[in-house]
């Protein structure tokens, strides 16, 4: 009984043993290599054609508008016009008390005679050397300011009128008939009638985007005043700043139309203009809309600013795409790839939490069960 004991307990701890030493040398679980998958909210990228539709609020300018005033000091004896009145080019619009600049012209006129006649015989005595060169060349020297005396003379003459400088329409009256003005000081304002200008400002990202072209200009946005927010005018683009307000560090951009006929249209008016930015941009078809959330900077590249999203490779990995935000929308933001072909329309995108992922990740889209 003894042996049979003892040789049963050799063949436990042997078998032990084995198992003990078995362990040791089994292979790691390949679980333990393999690379860990990120679940991640993703979002199709879809092209910004049909939704870069951005409204500016507009300010209605007159496109031709002229301060007016008198070059010569004297008293108005005419005011024929009134705020409101049409004028033609030329039509007189006020006029100065007009006898000592008559009487300045004729006194001018006069001396002007004499000296050009003194001149015509110093021609004839010149030649026959009855007169010193010196002689000869101070009459032509008299001549030539009683010339210009005249000329003066006329010209205030004929400064003692305001005139239209163009077709249009007298905005307003600063002074009086009978007042007596000096040379320079304001009298009146007119505008032409046959176009008006509007205003919007536009932001640096978009401003620097905004090309000078046959193309740009050809397009016609709308626009809708507030005073008649049942109809819409198209306007052209006619011109923008090239340097930016101080306070708002936005651009003005000016479009102009026909004055409406069905609409009394006047100065510091409102509207909103509708401007389809990949028209407006040259035709740009490489504008895309993405979720604000998918665009992003990440921690390496703060100081950049640059902005990114991730997108999804052919392998299910994030891959870094720099963007250029042009505007936000409701639904989302509209960018544009800084190099061509990184991003299109049909791309998947992080749309969530792309802060927080590894570049070069692989993820599976995260799909939300329902009720959750």
Request: hydrophobic residues 40%; negative net charge; proline residues 5%.
């Amino acid at each position: 009984m003894v042996y049979r004991f003892g040789k049963s307990l050799s063949w436990i701890l042997i078998v032990a043993m084995w198992s003990v030493l078995s362990g040791c040398t089994e292979p790691r679980s390949e679980s333990v290599d393999e690379e860990t998958i990120r679940p991640a909210k993703l979002a199709k990228v879809v092209s910004a054609s049909g939704e870069s539709i951005k409204t500016f609020p507009a300010t209605v300018e007159p496109s031709l508008y002229a301060h007016l005033a008198f070059r010569v000091n004297g008293e108005i004896v005419k005011l024929p016009v009134v705020a409101g009145d049409s004028v033609k080019k030329g039509q007189m619009l006020a006029q100065l008390d007009d006898k000592d600049f008559v009487v300045q012209q004729k006194q001018a006129k006069a001396k002007f005679d004499l000296t050009a006649s003194q001149f015509k015989r110093a021609q004839t005595l010149i030649k026959e050397k009855l007169i010193s060169s010196a002689e000869f060349d101070q009459l032509k020297a008299e001549l030539d300011i009683a010339e210009a005396q005249l000329d003066a003379a006329n010209n205030n003459l004929e400064y003692s009128q305001l005139k239209a400088p163009f077709d249009g329409v007298v905005t307003n009256i600063n002074v009086e008939a009978f007042e007596f003005v000096q040379a320079k000081q304001p009298i009146m304002d007119i505008q032409g009638r046959s176009n008006i200008d509007v205003a919007i400002q536009v932001p640096e990202q978009l401003m620097v985007r905004l090309p000078k072209s046959d193309k740009t200009e050809a397009y016609k946005p709308n626009l809708i005043f507030d005073a008649n927010p049942n109809k819409k005018y198209q306007v052209t683009l006619k011109e923008h700043d090239i340097s930016p307000n101080p306070a708002t560090k936005s651009y003005q951009v000016v479009f102009s139309l026909p004055t409406p006929e069905d609409i009394n249209l006047l100065p510091g008016m409102t509207g909103t203009l509708e401007v389809e930015l990949n028209k407006l941009l040259n035709n740009d078809t490489s504008l895309l809309q993405v979720p604000i959330a998918s665009v992003f900077v990440p921690n390496r590249l703060a100081d950049s600013k640059q902005k990114y999203v991730y997108k999804i490779d052919e392998n299910n990995r994030t891959q870094l795409v720099a963007v250029e935000v042009v505007d936000t929308k409701q639904k989302g933001l509209i960018i544009k790839p800084l190099q061509s072909g990184t991003l299109a329309a049909g791309d998947k995108v992080v749309a969530a939490g792309a802060h927080l992922i590894p570049e070069d990740t692989e993820v599976s889209e995260w799909v939300q069960e329902r009720g959750l």
